[in-house]
Nanobody
Framework: QVQLVESGGGLVHAGGSLRLSCAVS????????IAWFRQAPGKEREDVACIDIRDGTSSYRESVEGRFTISADKDKNTVYLQMNSLKPEDTAVYYCAADANKFRICVLNTVEGYWGQGTQVTVSS
């Protein structure tokens, strides 16, 4: 059974940092691409960052480029999202998702794999 469990969310002032973790069990990271998505109240879910564990390539939405970094620790089967210089508009529930098809999850932003339960990130101004 594949499970993704997010942690690390919380309340932070604008300009602060948080590191989100996505612990993956039931499948080796080598076989997947992992993405972070977020959904703010009243808004549609949007992609944030994506990483192909197999070749290490990553991609980001423009609004977080240079502030967020996605990384993976294969030994811990965990993917991280380091978020720096946080802004109030980054406030959302953040979800990680896994899919064996990199193009589908990282380019099409469609997931036919697995989702975590989400973790709340709140950035105060």
């Amino acid at each position: 059974q594949v499970q993704l469990v997010e942690s690390g969310g919380g309340l932070v002032h604008a300009g602060g940092s948080l590191r989100l973790s996505c612990a993956v069990s039931g499948v080796r990271l080598d076989y997947t691409a992992i993405a972070w998505f977020r959904q703010a109240p009243g808004k549609e879910r949007e992609d944030v960052a994506c990483i192909d564990i197999r070749d290490g390539t990553s991609s980001y939405r423009e609004s977080v480029e240079g502030r967020f970094t996605i990384s993976a620790d294969k030994d811990k089967n965990t993917v991280y999202l380091q978020m720096n210089s946080l802004k109030p508009e980054d406030t959302a529930v953040y979800y990680c998702a896994a899919d064996a098809n990199k193009f589908r999850i990282c380019v099409l932003n469609t997931v036919e794999g697995y989702w975590g339960q989400g973790t709340q990130v709140t950035v105060s101004s």
